[in-house]
């Protein structure tokens, strides 16, 4: 969300209400302090997701926000920056307008939202998703992170 008063993108949630269609957001810019109020409209996603061995399930976010809070474990993220995570992905998943996605497809968006965010969640969150094998696995990604 960008500030009105300097266009920052970095604001903190500092108070958040729900009602039947959209969300009230107080926020603060990071940057100059100036508070205001985003109303985003809830939008309900209705798709399912396909998983490796082809079999379906239905979108469910909560395997979204663990996924990326395990990855941030004692990283300097308020949760509420963590549920916006959470917010971008899924606003970019309803935005792709499919009626199936592949759970791989999901895996690389959050694994780049996260990548934009902090090196050592993306590490752990990709050692998780592409359940490293050893060490040199490991190193081989940190690697290519380091080169980039
Ligand atoms: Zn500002």
């Not at 302090?33 to 109303?39: A, D, I, L």
């Amino acid at each position: 969300m960008q500030c009105p008063n300097c266009h920052s993108k970095e604001s903190k949630v500092t108070d958040s209400r729900d009602d039947d269609r959209s969300v009230r957001r107080r926020r603060e810019c990071l940057a100059c302090s100036h508070r205001f109020t985003t109303y985003e409209k809830i939008e309900i996603p209705r798709f399912s997701i396909v998983k490796r061995d082809r079999s379906r399930e239905g979108y469910d976010r909560s395997k979204i926000t663990t996924g990326i809070f395990l990855a941030f474990e004692k990283r300097p993220f308020t949760k509420s920056r963590l549920e916006e995570f959470a917010d971008d992905i899924e606003q970019e998943l309803i935005s792709l307008g499919q009626k199936e996605i592949k759970s791989s497809q999901i895996g690389d968006i959050v694994s780049r939202h996260i990548k934009a965010a902090d090196e050592v969640a993306y590490l752990r969150f990709i050692s998780v998703y592409k359940s490293f094998k050893n060490a040199k696995s490991f190193i081989r990604e940190a690697d290519k992170l380091i080169r980039q």
